[in-house]
Every structure is written in C-alpha cells, then in structure tokens.
C-alpha cells in the first residue's frame, strides 16, 4: 500500500524541470536534518528530482514540497523488478578503489589476479562462509579482505588470522573448515578496522567492494560475482 501511495504520488506530478540550484536551496533551508545536499540532479525517472546527500538518496519533484525516501521499481519486467534506486546509489556513492587502506587487508590472489575486488568480512558471519565458498569457483582475482569484528568472539579469529605466518591459509582454513587459527600476543589492527567500516557506513557483512568502487552488500553467488568482476574491469 505505502508504494503505491508513492507511485500515485509520482504520476501526477507536472513534466516541467526547475531549477535544481533553487531546489537544492530550498531543501537546505526547509529540511536541516538532511544535513548538507551534496547535489541535486534531474533523476531521469518521471518527472524527479535526485537529492544526494553524503550517504543517502533521496527524491523531490520540481517545489521541493514533496521528499521521497524508499525505492522505486522498473516492473516492466514482471519477473525481475529493478531496483533503480539501489542501481543508482551505488555509482552515486562509489569509493575510491585505489585508495583503499590496502595494509589493513589480506591479499589473496588467485590465477593471474587480474580483476580485483576488496571486501569487508567477519570470521563468525554465515554469509561471508557461504560467500568463501562460492569465491572457490572465482579465478583471475586479486582479492583484499578486510576483517571485522562485528560479532561476539570475531576479534579473537581475527587476531590469529591477522596474526598466522600464513595469513591467506589462515583465513580458508577458518572460513571453508572451522579451523580456529592459534592464538596470538601480536596487535592485530582491529581497531583500523572497525573505524574503517564506520568511515565508510559499512554496519553488517559482507559487503564487496569492486575495482569501480561500487559497493555491493550481502552475499552473491559465484556466477553475480564473475558479472559483476568483468563489468568493474571493463569500466575502470
């Protein structure tokens, strides 16, 4: 119902652009708790307007009366809804790839290594096991794992993972067999890490970062993750 309150919203606003610098303006001005809007763009979907902000994406119509927070759909394909907003958010709030804190991370490369891709993990995160295991069937990949300590004990993992003269064996071995690496006096940068993550809004994982810098949440299948590797390379 509350989607299609805001579809019926939508279709009745008027085809007639204004001024996105007054737009941005009014926003500003009327709706502080925004905090700053980086930018307003036309948003190419009905009649919209894009309002960015530092780490959302919102939509207005031409008045700035109306602020839309939520997703909008393409359903010309009924058996595969596109999220449009998601799409555009993350080329919106891509990160630089190259300047990623590549010490903090363990690099693994597999084949060639010519594809890269970084991505934030937990030892104790069933999804990021699944993800390790489909990432078996991934070849010609540079890949940088940044380890968190989101859930209760993770610290510990990460430290001896951190901490192991094999670091990359280390990590299959916890992630594909549950094998718990020994343990470590070393300092293991887990703090790095976390504020790391807080930097860059990442609450849960696994999230995949790609050589284009969009940011990926959850967990893909071997086959997404081929896809979406060779279209970062291709647009680097």
Request: proline content about 5%; some cysteine.
């Amino acid at each position: 119902m509350k989607l299609f309150l805001i579809l019926l919203v939508l279709f009745n606003l008027p085809n007639v652009y204004a001024d996105t610098t007054q737009i941005k303006s009014i926003l500003q001005t009327n709706y502080p708790q925004l905090g700053k809007v980086e930018k307003v763009n036309k948003a190419d979907i009905l009649d919209l307007y894009e309002v960015i902000t530092q780490d959302q994406l919102f939509y207005t119509d031409k008045d700035a009366r109306y602020l839309i927070s939520g997703n909008i759909y393409d359903a010309h394909d009924r058996k595969a809804l596109r999220n449009l907003t998601e799409e555009r958010s993350r080329k919106l709030f891509a990160l630089d790839f190259n300047g990623l804190p590549f010490n903090l991370a363990i690099k693994k490369v597999k084949g060639g290594g010519q594809r890269k891709m970084a991505y934030f993990s937990d030892p104790n995160c069933g999804f990021c096991q699944k993800l390790e295991r489909e990432l078996q069937n991934v070849d010609n990949v540079t890949l940088y794992i940044f380890m968190l300590s989101i859930f209760p004990g993770s610290d510990k993992k990460v430290q001896g993972v951190w901490c192991s003269k094999d670091q990359v064996g280390a990590w299959d071995k916890l992630m594909l067999n549950k094998v718990q690496p020994p343990a470590s006096t070393c300092v293991a940068p887990t703090t790095k890490l976390m504020e790391l993550s807080q930097k860059l809004n990442i609450n849960g994982t696994p999230v995949l970062v790609f050589s284009d810098g969009v940011l990926v949440p959850g967990f893909r299948p071997a086959a997404e993750l081929e896809r979406l590797l060779s279209s970062a390379s291709s647009h680097r």
